[in-house]
């Protein structure tokens, strides 16, 4: 069964960071296209980053460039989201997909999701 669980949500202040964990189980990362979304209230999902399995490039939204970083170790079956500089704007519930082709809206599998709370 494939399962895909999100850690290291919180609270934070204003200019603080947060590094979040996806742990993956029943595939193996180095066969898929890793993605990164989040949904703040009221606001559709939205996409932060991918890490692409064909080619291992690793892309960004323009709302997240500069300040987030996305990893994974394959050796752990974990993926990692690394958040800098955080604004209040980025408050959301932050997901982690995988997909056996690429990064899209629809990807095969989801985790349940981490809340991030940044406060002013």
């Known amino acids: 069964e494939v399962q895909l669980v999100e850690s290291g949500g919180g609270l934070v202040q204003t200019g603080g960071s947060l590094r979040l964990s996806c742990a993956a189980s029943?595939?193996?990362?180095?066969?898929?296209?890793i993605g990164w979304f989040r949904q703040a209230p009221g606001k559709e999902r939205e996409g932060l980053a991918c890490?692409?399995?064909?080619?291992?490039?690793?892309y960004y939204s323009s709302s997240v460039q500069g300040r987030f970083t996305a990893s994974s170790d394959n050796a752990k079956n974990t993926a990692y989201l690394q958040m800098n500089s955080l604004r209040p704007e980025d408050t959301a519930v932050y997901y982690c997909?995988?997909?056996?082709?690429?990064?899209?809206?629809?990807?095969?599998?989801w985790g349940k999701g981490t809340l991030v709370t940044v406060s002013s």
């Open positions: 029943g595939f193996s990362f180095d066969e898929y296209a």
């Open positions: 890490i692409s399995g064909p080619d291992g490039g690793t």
């Open positions: 997909a995988v997909d056996p082709r690429s990064c899209h809206r629809s990807m095969k599998y």
